[in-house]
Nanobody, 113 residues
Framework: QVQLVESGGGLVQPGGSLRLSCAAS????????IVWYRQAPGKQRELVAG???????TYSDSAKGRFTISRDNAKNTVYLQMNSLKPEDTAVYYC???????WGQGTQVTVSS
């Protein structure tokens, strides 16, 4: 079973950027899709962006135009480039497969001045 580990979170000012990484312990090429989710305090976990092994991308309305998901099968890593960050983007970000597997620890993103 492939395990996913998120990294790249941190504290950033509004308008700033971060790139999150989702690294797999095994081969990505056998996984159909990888999806980034986030969960803010007191809120339900929500889908942010997803990418299939064919490169088809999907984004939530809040992520469109600001976030870009990409996939490097050679490095077994999926990235989430987040630009023009807003305080409402503050959350713990998780990656998972589709269908959903086990959840990892996530990576904290805090957008604050």
């Amino acid at each position: 079973q492939v395990q996913l580990v998120e990294s790249g979170g941190g504290l950033v000012q509004p308008g700033g950027s971060l790139r999150l990484s989702c690294a797999a312990s095994g081969s990505f090429s056998s996984i159909g899709a990888i999806v980034w989710y986030r969960q803010a305090p007191g809120k339900q976990r929500e889908l942010v962006a997803g990418i299939t092994n064919y490169g088809t991308r999907t984004y939530s309305d809040s992520a469109k135009g600001r976030f870009t998901i990409s996939r490097d099968n050679a490095k077994n890593t999926v990235y989430l480039q987040m630009n023009s960050l807003k305080p409402e983007d503050t959350a713990v970000y998780y990656c998972n497969t589709a269908p959903i597997g086990d959840w990892g620890q996530g990576t904290q993103v805090t957008v604050s001045s």
